[in-house]
């Protein structure tokens, strides 16, 4: 899968200068689309030949037309749905239409029933940004309403080709093929749930046009990162590996700072060292012996142990209460590399002015939406623009967890594109966080340690979920595969 994923306004600009380019550059491109969606419903669906097009009245419109006469000429059973205004259709269109008029194709109200085996979603392309209504709205239910399998044009419509978000209601499609390059709303938020079985098409856009063009975000590229990771001499020792220090465990949450700890060990670190409340020592040290464990009480307690850390995690069970408050001013203070989970966040919300130069931010949505003062539908509605004002506001690599999880660092935005709904259990933060420390502290940069150690956590998620299937999956079951994963890299 290419890398790079563009914005709705990235694609319109490659796709006008296309155009430009190309002698009927518009219609062309169109013809190329409906060949390429021809193609996909005869390797996908080989024995389904009933055909029932829903057409927009804009070029996705047109595409699905010109499908339509393609699949009629192929011996396929045809008949077309007509949304919308289509007296003043771009000219592209318009010819894609006159296509399915001379090839008799019926043109059917929204309520005519129709016998069909495939249903194609040519509604809305990626220029949508309001919410569904009308006839629309109705068209979408339908269409979800259906037992027959959906392929969507380009975007499954109803879905923004920027957030992810729904608009109101969105089609649920079985397969989408996107065109020229793929957007980036389609791999985070509510994209992934519609668009089925993901594929993209280039269509003929002249390759200096896409070299040309920056990318709006690109794909976590885990093996890559992995040679990134140093290699190791044999005449290497633990200091060498980085020190992780980790500060949480509040009355009742020892078991947080004790996943982040095993986390943080078996993805490479040479030393971890545990501070927490003192009636949780014999407990972690029982699970966990090569833990160096700490009872702490008052920022005084701190110094000792933060003073010799390559790297410090605070947050995990940590509480906001004034135990933890008075811990992570301490923290805060230190000119250390600081990576910030859980109750961290919600009490830096609380005291933003106080950051470490080195910092690491790793959000949901809730945590991102206190720390931005606003709501979480908020944060939803645009990840990425949530994303960028993190980073900016705070001037940290930045994690923004969740269906396609995103990381701000120096070199841009990047996106996740892995995970499943099975990681929706306690402890997965927590864990993330001692994977990407023990990364950090091994000698990675601050982003390239986020973006691996959010692959690592997924993958290892992903192959576990794939086993053993996804409800019941516990953090702790992730890390034999995370240490497998990093092993693809000869020590």
């Keep these: 899968m290419p890398n790079k994923l563009y914005s709705s306004t990235q694609i319109r600009s490659l796709e006008q200068q296309a155009i430009a380019e190309l002698a009927q550059g518009d219609f062309v491109l169109m013809q190329q689309a409906a060949s390429a969606l021809l193609g996909l419903l005869k390797q996908r669906w080989p024995s389904r030949r009933n055909l029932l097009v829903y057409a927009g009245n804009g070029n996705n419109g047109g595409d699905g037309y010109l499908l339509a006469a393609y699949a009629k000429a192929e011996g396929y059973r045809v008949a077309i749905k007509c949304l919308g205004d289509h007296r003043q259709l771009p000219q592209a269109a318009l010819m894609a239409k006159q296509a399915a008029g001379q090839a008799l194709i019926p043109m059917l109200a929204l309520d005519d029933p129709f016998k069909a085996d495939v249903l194609v979603d040519a509604l809305f392309g990626i220029g949508l940004n309001r919410p569904v209504d009308g006839d629309y709205a109705k068209a979408i239910a339908q269409i979800n309403q259906t037992t027959s399998p959906v392929l969507a044009v380009d975007v499954p419509s109803g879905l923004c080709a920027d957030s992810g978000q729904v608009l109101g209601s969105a089609v649920q499609a079985d397969v989408t093929l996107s065109f020229i390059g793929?957007?980036?709303?389609?791999?985070?938020?509510?994209?992934?749930?519609?668009?089925?079985?993901?594929?993209?098409?280039?269509?003929?856009?002249?390759?200096?046009?896409?070299?040309?063009?920056?990318?709006?975000?690109?794909?976590?590229?885990?093996?890559?990162?992995?040679?990134?990771?140093?290699?190791?001499?044999?005449?290497?020792?633990?200091?060498?590996?980085?020190?992780?220090?980790?500060?949480?465990?509040?009355?009742?949450?020892?078991?947080?700072?004790?996943?982040?700890?095993?986390?943080?060990?078996?993805?490479?670190?040479?030393?971890?060292?545990?501070?927490?409340?003192?009636?949780?020592?014999?407990?972690?040290?029982?699970?966990?012996?090569?833990?160096?464990?700490?009872?702490?009480?008052?920022?005084?307690?701190?110094?000792?142990?933060?003073?010799?850390?390559?790297?410090?995690?605070?947050?995990?069970?940590?509480?906001?209460?004034?135990?933890?408050?008075?811990?992570?001013?301490?923290?805060?203070?230190?000119?250390?590399?600081?990576?910030?989970d859980a109750d961290a966040l919600n009490l830096l919300a609380q005291q933003p002015q106080l950051r470490p130069k080195q910092l690491i931010l790793t959000p949901h949505p809730g945590e991102a939406a206190r720390l931005l003062q606003c709501s979480s539908q908020q944060i939803q509605q645009n990840r990425l623009q949530a994303l960028q004002s993190l980073q900016q506001r705070f001037q940290a690599t930045v994690l923004l967890k969740g269906n396609g999880s995103l990381i701000a660092g120096s070199s841009g935005l990047q996106l996740l594109n892995a995970g499943n709904p099975g990681m929706a259990s306690a402890g997965m933060g927590d864990l993330l966080s001692g994977v990407i420390a023990a990364l950090w502290a091994q000698g990675m940069n601050a982003e390239d340690a986020t973006a691996l150690g959010s692959w690592l956590h997924a993958t290892a998620a992903d192959r576990q979920a794939q086993s053993l299937g996804q409800r019941g999956l516990l953090a702790l079951d992730l890390l034999t595969e995370v240490r497998q994963l990093i092993h693809q890299q000869m020590v």
């Design 182 to 340: 793929h957007k980036v709303g389609l791999f985070t938020a509510d994209g992934p749930d519609h668009c089925g079985d993901l594929l993209l098409e280039p269509l003929a856009i002249p390759q200096h046009l896409l070299a040309a063009q920056a990318a709006c975000a690109t794909l976590v590229q885990g093996p890559e990162l992995l040679n990134k990771l140093p290699r190791r001499r044999k005449n290497f020792h633990k200091g060498q590996a980085g020190h992780v220090v980790i500060l949480g465990g509040d009355y009742g949450m020892a078991g947080a700072p004790l996943l982040s700890a095993e986390a943080a060990l078996r993805s490479g670190a040479g030393l971890v060292s545990v501070l927490t409340r003192k009636e949780h020592l014999s407990a972690l040290l029982a699970r966990r012996p090569e833990c160096m464990v700490h009872g702490v009480e008052a920022q005084q307690d701190l110094l000792p142990f933060l003073t010799k850390a390559s790297v410090i995690v605070a947050g995990p069970g940590l509480g906001q209460r004034f135990w933890g408050q008075q811990l992570l001013q301490q923290v805060l203070a230190m000119d250390k590399a600081v990576l910030l």
